[in-house]
DNA sequence: ATGTTAACCGTAAACGTTTACGTAAAATAC
DNA sequence: GTATTTTACGTAAACGTTTACGGTTAACAT
């Protein structure tokens, strides 16, 4: 019951492995009456090619590793759908693994997977990752495929390519929307200061308020680091015993926004009339909420898609993808929380 | 800047691969003054076994595939996690597949995986997989490992050992719970007929039901197949359409559940004051909808994990687990949407 | 001085492939 | 009928390991 291998065809042939292996790869000067038969013989001990040999003698191991921080993250698990969709495709498997936002274990994952021969290494670092950047900077090598996923980290000698969601055309017009709404005084729950991508979303937000000339009142931003509900109900509840209340809120992401959206509810304050709340990241909570929770769409799946696609458009080339930071379009997708005249129908955005 | 390699080392030190692996492997019949300098340069040109090597040499890949119906799920990722984490401590990758519910890319994918030469396959199966149970059971092997996660599939000739939550057990579990908080009237919204899983949760509701000399009414018994919030909404506006109205619904999924929710408020029907709503699979949503739903937890992590040590343990022996159905403890996770009385502080009962 | 043993290391086969090179027989050329 | 080409297949090396087996030298025993 063991897997046959060229051998086996060989001695029920009589003949090399040498001639079977050109007979099933069809090679002209092999004959046709040869080829035939062990073709037959092949089929009969249903004979596969074995991967492993074939990825020692190629050195190409049609696997592509993925470390993520936590995988019970809808956008990191809509990433990784993008990922095997494109991956399947194209005769790639990918080997993961999870780092709990620890970013030693990111860097022993990442050297685990050169040793494991890997044709491809994505990475969606954790924030911590940036405080070892030059250990990280010494790990990448040139001649795999490298790409940094959702957070761009500067590296003094090397520059990795990256593939991010453009967060501040996101959260541009995303307070658009709620100034477009009427919501006048908006808030922002933010991440913390050391985090790049944190910072982007309240430069977009400061940037837009700015434009337009509406109020950036310095007791409306708001530092989040544990990033839960208990959170945001915490936080939506401080920023309503303000003197000077905000009208809208806008969440470093959905799992805040959500905790908002609890916070307003004990303290009697009605969503949307009252006050708007905005999230980030266009979660599975956002239509299962109520109300409904406006949200900025990352395009997890396209990401993923592209990122493949990226890499495996170099992995031929052995060198490092084109060092660009290419940049993916986001989308404010407008629920519930942020629309004062009644919605019509629902939005169902997601397929 | 290619990766060193035995023979490079053999090269530096004048000697051959021979002695240099086995210098490196500390065998006695190398003397120390070899085994320090075959040492010294191999951390100097810092050499890393060759993984692909090594798999075609022992016939052993360090790799286990798993093949689940959709990564967006809660319960899967928590899996999924569990799996990392024991595959993880004992030098085991994961590879992963995406099924999509598609039952003859599952059966491709099984192929792929032997074909891939892993070490053990795991599969979360949909529940189209039943369908094709004759060509699964040609498939698998008996010289590696192969383990059902959450469903129970009967063949003829094999006996294929599986791994699921006490469905049974948490379902009587949480109607008791219902019942001791003075609901009455239960109803249930289950899955399709054809699903041992919707089977077996049905039958625990029916008979914990009847033991407890409860109304169990027909009407209050609704099949589901969409399995999405709008269902849920619109079969819960049914049931308080009826004359005889249930004051508690048990929902196959917490997705269910929660459109339940919202399709009571719009009903204007308070929870849990006038109607309970129970959930399943305790998944992220039921902490954050409103109000927090009770559900019943199964224990992904603790699957993943000891899915990961059944296989673990056999793989040595090249032959299939031991034979049995393991079952999982449930637990009921009691939140707002089933208590009367209210809940003193969070049960924050995730990490 | 010879035999025995231990210490130490090299040779080569094996895992399953692919493929450059060599070679025999058959076919073609003149 | 000899030279040349073509056809068709075998040999062996290579990918990077591990390890059974063999061999050489030196130490030790008798």
Redesign the pocket.
């Given at each position: 019951m063991?897997?046959?291998?060229?051998?086996?065809?060989?001695k029920a042939?009589?003949?090399?492995?040498?001639?079977?292996?050109?007979?099933?790869?069809d090679?002209?000067?092999?004959?046709?009456?040869?080829?035939n038969r062990v073709k037959e013989v092949a089929n009969l001990y249903s004979?596969?090619?074995?991967a492993?040999?074939?990825s020692?003698?190629?050195?190409k191991s049609y696997r592509i590793g993925v470390i993520f921080p936590k995988l019970s993250h809808y956008y990191v698990t809509q990433i990784l759908s993008g990922m095997l969709i494109e991956a399947g495709k194209n005769g790639y498997k990918m080997l993961i693994a999870e780092s709990n936002y620890n970013q030693f274990k990111e860097l022993e994952y990442i050297k685990e997977f050169y040793e494991l021969n890997v044709d491809a290494i994505l990475i969606l670092p954790s924030r911590k990752l940036s405080l070892v950047k030059d250990k990280l900077e010494n790990l990448i090598r040139d001649d795999i495929p490298f790409l940094i996923i959702d957070r761009i980290i500067k590296f003094d000698q090397k520059t990795v390519p990256s593939i991010a969601s453009d967060d501040y055309g996101g959260t541009t017009e995303g307070i658009k929307h709620l100034i477009d709404n009427g919501y006048k005084k908006i808030a922002h729950l933010r991440g913390e200061e050391s985090s790049t991508l944190a910072n982007v979303r309240y430069y977009a937000y400061r940037d837009c308020l700015l434009k337009n000339n509406m109020e950036l009142n310095p007791d409306w931003v708001i530092l989040c680091n544990k990033f839960n509900k208990a959170e945001g109900e915490a936080l939506a509840i401080r920023l309503m015993s303000l003197e000077n209340r905000p009208d809208a809120i806008f969440c470093i992401s959905d799992v805040v926004a959500v905790g908002v959206l609890s916070g307003l509810k004990k303290a009697g304050i009605r969503v949307p009339e009252d006050v708007a709340v905005l999230g980030f990241s266009n979660s599975d909570l956002a239509e299962v909420c109520y109300p409904t929770l406006s949200s900025i769409h990352q395009p997890g799946v396209a990401i993923g898609k592209k990122s493949i696609r990226l890499l495996l458009s170099n992995i031929n080339m052995k060198k490092n993808i084109s060092r660009e930071n290419i940049v993916m379009k986001t989308k404010v997708i407008v629920r519930e929380s942020t629309s004062r005249i009644a919605l019509s129908g629902t939005n169902s955005f997601r397929t």
């Open positions: 063991t897997k046959t291998t060229l051998k086996d065809i060989a042939l009589n003949t090399t492995i040498a001639t079977v292996s050109r007979a099933l790869h090679k002209p000067e092999i004959s046709d009456s040869m080829k004979y596969k090619p074995n492993t040999a074939l020692l003698k190629f050195q």
